[in-house]
Nanobody, 122 residues
Framework: QVQLAESGGGLVQAGGSLRLSCAAS????????MGWFRQGPGKEREFVAL????????FYANSVKGRFTISRDNAKNTVYLQMNSLQPEDTAVYYC???????????????WGQGTQVTVSS
């Protein structure tokens, strides 16, 4: 099992930026792929971005492409989500998650953090 802990959420005005962090511990060898997901009020959990630990290859949801950047620090076992040009529709609880397979389907992610709230005011 992989333990994940997110941090970095908060309140920001539209057009602002935030950087989320996700620290991984435990059986990190099981976490071939790290993903960020979000769940807004009254909405289903949706994919945001993913990164492969070994290669650093990334993939983004169309809604955040060009605004968000996912990265990782292998030495620190930490994944980041840099969020720029934030909009009110980005308001959600953001979760990081780990899986062994390359997928954007949240049901295929076995380990999840507790989530961090991001609120974007207009």
């Amino acid at each position: 099992q992989v333990q994940l802990a997110e941090s970095g959420g908060g309140l920001v005005q539209a057009g602002g930026s935030l950087r989320l962090s996700c620290a991984a511990s435990g059986r990190t060898s099981n976490a071939a792929v790290m993903g960020w997901f979000r769940q807004g009020p009254g909405k289903e959990r949706e994919f945001v971005a993913l990164i492969m630990w070994s290669s650093g290859n990334t993939f983004y949801a169309n809604s955040v492409k060009g605004r968000f950047t996912i990265s990782r620090d292998n030495a620190k076992n930490t994944v980041y989500l840099q969020m720029n040009s934030l909009q009110p529709e980005d308001t959600a609880v953001y979760y990081c998650a780990a899986t062994r397979v390359l997928t954007t389907d949240p049901t295929n992610y076995s380990d999840w953090g507790q989530g961090t709230q991001v609120t974007v005011s207009s």
